[in-house]
């Protein structure tokens, strides 16, 4: 050709190398006639071989072995078929210089390949995938990768969306609580930042509709009788209630408590309780530290100390509850039951694995304390220091240990008022020892100072478990709905408004469509399989988006659901190493929070499910996740008996403004004599580092990561924030000794 490009040819001797393998044999990915120069396949006698650029240069420059060509030879003409784009960035045709002349200029890009000097299209990443023919860039999940190097509008635009709506109800959320670092404020100041407040997508209109509407299934239509006369109850004497109550092994607890080189030694009765402000007595009457308007120095613990016995499994706050008592459920480990049948006579069947095996019948409770509000005027939702925590209803069953409780959130106005002395408390959906998945209607005593009242439930409201598996997790969709993970990686959800027109249910019945599921009632409306394995926990995205189910499991992915099109709508996360046994839902923020591996707590925008931001890191593995209701703050209780409190919606923001989270209290135990704990309080707000590193816990000899192992009664093994707005300030925490604190937290 005469007008071609002089070829510089090297004259240094290549290595002769062949690779048997092919990563691309067999495989129909290009045409015939493609132009493809493979580095691997040279031959000795042939080095100095021609590069052909989209067939308007005969002769080129050889490549470096790492090049990558921009296009692909045709037949079909010319010019090279990648496309450039306008200043509005329209499709604009072919790219200019498809002549030899402007092929023969060429300049190298920040990768070291070659791009046509006139070019003026977006920069081309030359290891993005090609379609045959075309220079359109493929995306794995539909959209650009923008996370880490956006504008601040891209990166809202795919978290949040565009629409309106979306974008402003993050916005007001980040007015209202994006300016504290740690905890929530109990009062609103003059710019209207700070104080509690519902999720702005769930707005009053919609509210109120789910508080009326949303339950004239249970009022109007007979739910209510039903529900009644399926659950079965009977008032136990004190002396039969007892038995279902935990058995500890010492009847006391000691905790070392008080402020900091101040510590003083105190005995906790098993259902006892120890007020903290009278333990920080000394501290918060001497001093010289102003006090606030209502007469409370400014700093002082308002909380209380629990012992319900043995380790704490559950927990959670009465919905619905506008008075000033307020109601905590708790369940425990029932240890000694547990080893008390597995020691028994009775014929063993083929071993099964515990957590995939319905466990045998034996003794449980579900405790439920009343904690009083003040009523003084200027401190309405504070705690009453003056009045301790009473243990008012327990719940009795025999269907093994109580392995999860979710009280109903969805709000609702109780319409028929019950018998004076009774307070109705709404649904709790529960998973007992045996497998099943059951909704208890709860209506316990409310007068102050009475007996503990001790109620046996031999048959609850609603209960169901799936063919050949057991339930693990249960949650709320909403008024009516109800679902449950399984051992098996199937989800179930049942609409328990949905019942036979009168009478008990059939115990001896079968349902002859799917065999294994007694009662007419108990079928769920959908049965599939989600995971491979054990699922860990399940939550919706109530309230902005209920038909949403987030579910994780053994296998390590977090999967999002749609459950309009189950079977097409769905992501999964990256995988974890670890299984993600807490997921909390963020409606202000629209993330899924999540603890994952080395200790992080990370959340998992809806839009972007597949990508995370790290929102928090603790000095231990986190076992315990709660978010606010009436507030975006986390709660996380680790294995090392730390709580710590973090504002997740400030990183959500920005990632290059400052980030805290402050430990609430630490817990400490040791088994020396009968076994003693340590509490430990007054930590400052810390900045920690979000990089993740493999240094374990900080602690490493010769080369080699160390990691902590943690006496198991040392553990937060549960923490929850109240769900009543006028209350979101008051947080739980158990611990794996059996005690509980309570405190309100709102500054």
Known sequence: ??????????????QRTKYSLDAFEGLDILSDDSQILDAGQRDDEDEDDDFAFNDAIEEA???????????????????????????????????????PDSLGSRKRNHHGNQVPADYQGPAIDPNSLTVRGTQDRLHSRGVPETWKFASKWDIYK????????????????????GNEPTLPKREVNEYGSGGFGHSFSHTEPKRDMEATKGWDWYYEHGGKEQFAARQSTCVLAPEEGLDYMPKPKKPEQSVLMGPNNKENLHKVKTGGTLSVSEVWKEATTHGSKPRSSTGIRKGRREGWMLNVGTSVKSLGWAPNQTGVTQYLAISTFSLVNEKATKTSSAPQEPTIAPAYAPSTPSPACIQIWAFRASTVPGRE??????????????????????????????????RNAVDDGIVDLGLLGGIWGDGKARVLDIQCPSSWGAKTVYCRYSQACFESIPPETICTSIHWLSGSDIGAGCANGFVALWNISEMPPSG??????????????????????FYQLIHQTYILSLKTAYPSHPHFLITSSMDGYLRLTDLRAPDVDYVYSIRSRIGADSIVWCDPMQCILVNEENNFVKAFPLRRFF??????????????????????????????????????IRRILNSKIPYYQQTWFQHDWTRKGDGCSRISEGFKVESPSLTKTTDGDGKSREGAVQATIYEEPARITQVAWNPNLEYGGWAAAGMGTGLIRVEDLAQ
Not at 158 to 176: I, P, Q, S
Not at 634 to 641: E, I, P
Request: net charge negative; proline share 10%.
């Open 61 to 99: 420059e050889t490549p470096e072995p790492n090049d990558l060509s921009l296009g692909e030879g045709s037949d079909g003409g010319e010019g090279s078929s990648t496309r450039s784009y306008n200043e509005e960035g329209s499709v604009d045709g072919s790219i200019a210089g498809s002549s």
């Open 381 to 414: 939702g504070w705690m009453d220091l003056s009045q301790p925590p009473e243990l008012r209803y327990v719940i009795c069953t025999d269907w093994g240990p109580v392995k999860h409780l979710s009280w109903c959130p969805v709000p609702r106005n109780f």
């Open 611 to 648: 990508t995370s931001v790290g929102v928090a890191r603790l000095s231990s593995p986190v076992s315990s996740l709660a978010s606010g209701i009436a507030h975006p703050m986390l709660l996380a209780g680790c294995s090392d008996g730390s709580v710590v409190a973090v504002n997740p």
């Open 1 to 14: 050709m005469e007008n071609s490009t002089p070829v510089r040819k090297s004259q240094r001797k290549r």
């Open 158 to 177: 795919y978290m949040l969306g565009t629409g309106t709506e979306d974008l402003a109800n993050f916005v007001l959320a980040r007015d209202k609580w």
């Open 504 to 525: 008990p249910p059939d115990t001896t019945a079968s349902d002859t469509t799917t065999p294994g599921l007694k009662h007419p009632y108990s079928r769920p409306w």
